[in-house]
């Protein structure tokens, strides 16, 4: 069974052959200088020019979060580590973002634009978010709570401004929100505050032979590469190590995410390496624009908590469809080698009826081994709204439980064996 549609693969930025160095605008080396005004007019002096490359040499460098234009490349050189400032005053006063799905005002991204077109990250160097200043506040959920229940009441997105580190809302390290033609290829990113890297409704989109290392145990929701409502994008060869899911496809929360309506769809995921994770690669729980048309294949998940995963909760609305893997190799994994589940309860739901069910169809798996699971496959239905069309296909998988199936309609498995 094939579900997924091929199209035109994306194509990334395009960036005049023009270039400067941030040591050109008075950028000093050694971690101690914050050089947020020599990133700043170097962007300028390029943009004024139409566009250019901002080259970071080798070197430490320390500053504030970097705001890219259109036609901008922010290029890092090999042994350049661009170190983000801890001081939390430098990242006010807040930008429009997305929280967990939830549009809002707060703290900025440490590389962030918004509305540009032609923009890329590259190189061979290093961004350190330094996100060790910013965990504590994952327990801090008063601001979290209030911005949900914003979302769900259609409070005027600019009235909802959460920041304060009282209100528990951290920025993520690289955030892109409304762009076009967009690169990111090269670079590692580590200790990232929040999402490590997060394109929101942007198009044609590669990311590509990138780095993402966040300690496992104490960096909470360090998600690795998160695409929110993005179309046509290409995720190829990406290395994580971190304290969340690693991949992660998304479209909004709830009735906001309803109401924006954008779906993250045209996706191919490809060559994901991730060493640690929740999720090696994970559609949702934030899915209520829908996800769709997404490819995903040669993937390996070492050491996981879930290998595939498909999560969605009541209330989210939306949809996942038409989605392929194939060629999954899955490690260890604590739970489950595949979990597709409608029953994601980490945010305290309604109980029934629900007046927003999501929906997921149209599943294909194809060409997945896995070494050991707690549980091999789940499937996770409800019986208003059962999953449909799931079919899987040349799976071999060890593990203490084969399966935990209900409430599925239209389930195909060929040349699956649990041992």
């Known amino acids: 069974m094939s579900c997924f549609t091929p199209f035109e693969l994306p194509t990334g930025a395009s960036i005049p052959d023009r270039s400067v160095s941030i040591t050109d605008f008075g950028a000093v080396p050694g971690g101690k200088v914050k050089n947020t005004p020599a990133f700043q007019n170097a962007i300028a002096y390029l943009v004024e020019r139409g566009g250019g490359r901002v080259d970071v040499p080798e070197g430490l460098w320390l500053t504030g979060p970097i705001r890219l234009k259109s036609c901008i490349e922010l290029h890092l050189a090999a042994g350049a580590e661009v170190r983000f400032s801890m001081d939390k005053e430098d990242y006010l006063p807040p930008v429009y973002t997305l929280f967990e799905g939830v549009r809002c005002y ?15 990250v590259t190189g061979e160097g290093t961004f350190n978010g330094q996100g060790f200043s910013w965990w504590y ?18 409070v005027p997105v600019e009235k909802r401004v959460y920041a304060t580190e009282e ?40 990311v590509r032979n990138i780095t993402i290392k966040n300690p496992w145990v104490h960096a909470p929701n360090t998600d690795g590469c998160n695409l929110e409502g993005c179309s046509r994008a290409l995720i190829d060869g990406v290395y994580t190590d971190t304290g969340d899911d690693a991949v992660c496809l998304k479209s909004g929360r709830d009735a906001d995410g309803r109401r924006v309506g954008l779906p993250c769809e045209n996706i191919i995921v490809r060559h994901i390496v991730a060493q640690r994770s929740h999720g090696g690669i994970t559609i949702g729980s934030e899915m209520s624009g829908g996800v769709r048309n997404v490819l995903v294949e040669e993937c390996e998940f070492r050491n996981n908590l879930i ?12 949809y996942v469809e038409n989605i392929e893997y194939h060629d999954i190799k899955v ?8 979990c597709v ?56 998988c060890h593990g203490k439980i084969n399966t935990d199936i209900k409430y599925v309609r239209g389930l195909q498995m060929t040349n699956t064996r649990f041992d």
């Open 341 to 396: 589940t409608m029953g994601y309860y980490v945010d305290d739901n309604k109980p029934q009826p629900i007046q927003f069910m999501p929906r997921i169809q149209h599943i294909h798996i194809d060409g997945l081994t896995c070494e050991y699971a707690g549980t091999g496959i789940m499937l996770d239905g409800r019986e208003s709204s059962p999953l449909e069309d799931i079919s899987l296909d040349n799976i071999v």
């Open 137 to 154: 506040m994952a327990v801090i959920r008063e601001g979290v709570e209030a911005l949900y229940k914003a979302g769900e009441d259609d």
């Open 307 to 318: 290998g595939i995963w498909i999560k969605t909760a009541p209330e989210r609305g939306g």
């Open 106 to 120: 707060t703290f900025s991204a440490q590389i962030y634009a918004r509305e540009c077109h032609d923009i890329a």
């Open 167 to 206: 209100q528990g809302i951290r920025p993520g390290l690289l955030h892109f929100i409304d762009c076009e033609n967009v690169t990111i290829e090269g670079p590692t990113f580590t200790f990232s505050p929040f999402w490590t890297l997060h394109p929101t409704w942007c198009k044609n989109v590669i």
């Open 331 to 338: 490690g260890h994994v604590r739970e489950y080698a595949v």
